[in-house]
């Protein structure tokens, strides 16, 4: 029984000093220009042009996964799958920290909670890891047996 209380309160260490670790890499950025742009439009047309340059950016992406996977609907895909990929990981950090939350500092009282927890933490990282491999498994499939 002292080992588990032991690990309980090492595991709360952990949780806190990671969580609070992922706030601070989160909340800096580096920004360094060399130049500042003496820049004549408002600030509407310069997030208007931004969104445009955006659109085109992400049409030639998308543009680029068909060429190489010489087909619409296989490079559509293989985009659709590369952006899933992406975005996986900031949602699935942010899971795995409310799932350990459930576990480790509501599921100290309650043990429902805490198997709650559990559970979710598991799903949550087997969906990141699903999110993560299914891409290459896209290709490898499409580009090495299609032909």
């Known amino acids: 029984m ?7 309160k090492f595991m709360k260490k952990v949780i806190t000093i990671l969580f609070v670790l992922l706030v601070l ?6 920004y360094a220009e060399t130049t500042v ?4 439009l ?17 049409l030639k992406s998308l543009e680029d996964y068909q ?9 559509l895909a293989a985009y659709i799958l590369n952006i899933i990929r992406i975005y ?6 942010i899971g795995i920290v409310i799932a350990a939350i459930y576990r480790y500092v509501i599921g100290i009282r309650k043990l429902d909670v805490q ?12 969906v990141m890891v ?7 498994v896209f290709a490898i499939v499409v580009r090495g047996w299609r032909g």
């Open 130 to 136: 699903i999110c993560q491999v299914l891409p290459l």
């Open 67 to 75: 060429v190489a996977y010489g087909d619409n609907t296989y490079g």
């Open 25 to 30: 890499f989160g909340t800096f950025s580096v």
């Open 88 to 93: 996986s990981i900031p949602f699935g950090f």
């Open 2 to 8: 002292e080992i588990k209380k032991g690990a309980n």
């Open 42 to 58: 408002t600030s509407e047309t310069t997030s208007t042009t931004n969104l445009v340059e955006l659109k085109d950016k992400a």
């Open 37 to 40: 742009p003496q820049n004549t």
């Open 115 to 126: 198997d709650k927890g559990f559970g979710v933490l598991v799903a949550i990282i087997t």
